[in-house]
C-alpha cells in the first residue's frame, strides 16, 4: 500500500492550513517533521483532522516536533478526566463530573489574546485537540501579527518602533482586562515587550499587542497610550487577518503563539466543548 501523500491546504488568506497525509498515530519520522515546521513557518496555524481521538502521548510527541512543553501547574483542586493526564494537561471544558466543571475557561466569548504575553518568555504555540465540540459556536478565531505589522499605515509604525508595552494578568475570568493604575500595580504577572517583534525563524516583524492583556505603552502619558493602543487592536482585528476555525470533532489544531493572536465565539452553555490543551515553549530564550 502506498504511504499517504502530504498535502498543505490553505484554510484563508490570511494564515492557517490543513496539513493531510501526517500520522499522529504513528511515531514521526524527520521528514514529517520538516514538513511540519515548514508548513508552519509558512502558515503560522495547521489543522490537522482525525477521525477518532488521538491520546494525550501523540499530542505531546506531535507538540515536541516544535518545542519543549510547557509546564502547567495542576490545581489541587481539579478533577481530569481518567486517561493519562501529565503535569502539564490543560483542558478548556465546560464539562462537569460529580457537579464540577473539571476544565479552564469554560464557556462564554474570549476578546483576542496571547497567551502568556504577560510572561517573561510567553509560550511560542498552543496546541488543542477537540474531543467534544457544541453543534454551534465555540469557533476559535486566529489573526496574523506579521500582516497586521506590514499594512500598519507609515506614521504608526514610526510612532510605535522601539515602545515597550506593559501586559498584565489579573483579571477575573476572561473578559476585557482592565486598565485602571490600580489594577496594574495589583496585576499578579506583569511584563513588558516590544511593540514591534521580529519572528526568529522568517525574520519576518509583528505586531505584538492584543486587546484583553496589553494595558498600557511604557513612556506615554495615560490618554495617548490608550488612544494608540485601541488604533492597534482594531487594525490588528481587520477581517481581511482572520482565520475562524470551526471546529469537527477530533481535531488537532497548533498556532504560533508569538505572531498570532486569538479569540472564542460564544456557544450554548447547555452543550459541551472539551477540548486538550498543551502550550510549546522555546528550547532557549528566542
Request: charged share 25%; with cysteine.
Amino acid at each position: 500500500m502506498l504511504a499517504n501523500k502530504r498535502e498543505v491546504i490553505r484554510l484563508s488568506p490570511a494564515l492557517g492550513a490543513e496539513v493531510r497525509g501526517v500520522d499522529l498515530t504513528q511515531p514521526l519520522q524527520d521528514s514529517d517533521r520538516d514538513f511540519l515546521l515548514k508548513a508552519w513557518s509558512e502558515h503560522f496555524v495547521l489543522v490537522l483532522r482525525n477521525d477518532k481521538s488521538i491520546s494525550a502521548d501523540a499530542q505531546i510527541n506531535f507538540c515536541r516536533t516544535f518545542g519543549e512543553i510547557g509546564v502547567r501547574a495542576r490545581p489541587a483542586e481539579a478533577r481530569l478526566e481518567p486517561e493519562h493526564a501529565p503535569q502539564n494537561v490543560m483542558y478548556v471544558s465546560n464539562k462537569r463530573e460529580g457537579g464540577r466543571i473539571i476544565g479552564s475557561l469554560p464557556d462564554g466569548e474570549m476578546e483576542f489574546h496571547i497567551d502568556q504575553s504577560y510572561l517573561e518568555r510567553p509560550a511560542i504555540g498552543g496546541c488543542l485537540h477537540a474531543l467534544e465540540i457544541p453543534k454551534v459556536g465555540g469557533d476559535t478565531l486566529f489573526g496574523n501579527l506579521c500582516l497586521a505589522w506590514e499594512t500598519l499605515p507609515l506614521e504608526l509604525q514610526r510612532a510605535i518602533d522601539g515602545l515597550n508595552a506593559l501586559n498584565i494578568f489579573n483579571h477575573s475570568g476572561y473578559g476585557t482586562q482592565s486598565r485602571t493604575a490600580n489594577d496594574m500595580k495589583s496585576a499578579s504577572h506583569r511584563w513588558a515587550h516590544p511593540i514591534v517583534r521580529e519572528h526568529p525563524t522568517s525574520g519576518r516583524r509583528f505586531l505584538y499587542v492584543n486587546r484583553l492583556m496589553t494595558a498600557s505603552i511604557e513612556g506615554l502619558p495615560e490618554s495617548e497610550s490608550d488612544d494608540l493602543l485601541f488604533r492597534l487592536f482594531d487594525h490588528q482585528e481587520k477581517p481581511e487577518f482572520i482565520y475562524t476555525h470551526k471546529w469537527h470533532r477530533y481535531d488537532l489544531l497548533l498556532w504560533d503563539n508569538r505572531c498570532c493572536i486569538h479569540a472564542r465565539t460564544d456557544f450554548d452553555k447547555s452543550e459541551t466543548r472539551h477540548l486538550r490543551r498543551f502550550s510549546i515553549r522555546a528550547a532557549s530564550p528566542d
